[in-house]
């Protein structure tokens, strides 16, 4: 079993920054790769930013520029630091991780997510 704990989350002004935490704990043999997604009210969940234990990232185009992925792979634990945020990235964020039971098994698993709010 995994669980995941997200943190981080508010309500901040345009042009404000934020930064979600995420933390994988449980037992599994691997998790590979962990990131965030999001859904905004009347709209389908969507990828933010994922993360491999290699250190490759995936961005949504939206937020290129703007967020910073980072994991510590040794405390399984995940990052987004979200900057110069935009009233259209209010929505709830999940934090994503893909367990490995063993090299051949593995299990998407999803936080509780966290609510973001940008606005004036």
């Known amino acids: 079993q995994v669980q995941l704990v997200e943190s981080g989350g508010g309500l901040v002004q345009p042009g404000g920054s934020l930064r979600l935490s995420c933390a994988a704990s449980?037992?599994?043999?691997?998790?590979?790769?962990m990131g965030w997604y999001r859904q905004a009210p009347g709209k389908q969940r969507e990828l933010v930013a994922t993360?491999?234990?290699?250190?490759?990232?995936n961005y949504a185009e939206s937020v290129k520029g703007r967020f910073t992925i980072s994991r510590d792979n040794a405390k399984n634990t995940v990052s987004l630091q979200m900057n110069n945020l935009e009233p259209e990235d209010t929505a709830v964020y999940y934090c994503?991780?893909?367990?490995?039971?063993?090299?051949?098994?593995?299990?998407?698993?999803w936080g509780q997510g966290t609510q973001v709010t940008v606005s004036s």
């Open positions: 994503y991780a893909r367990a490995w039971e063993n090299y051949y098994n593995n299990n998407d698993h």
């Open positions: 449980g037992s599994f043999f691997r998790i590979n790769p």
């Open positions: 993360t491999t234990t290699s250190g490759s990232t």
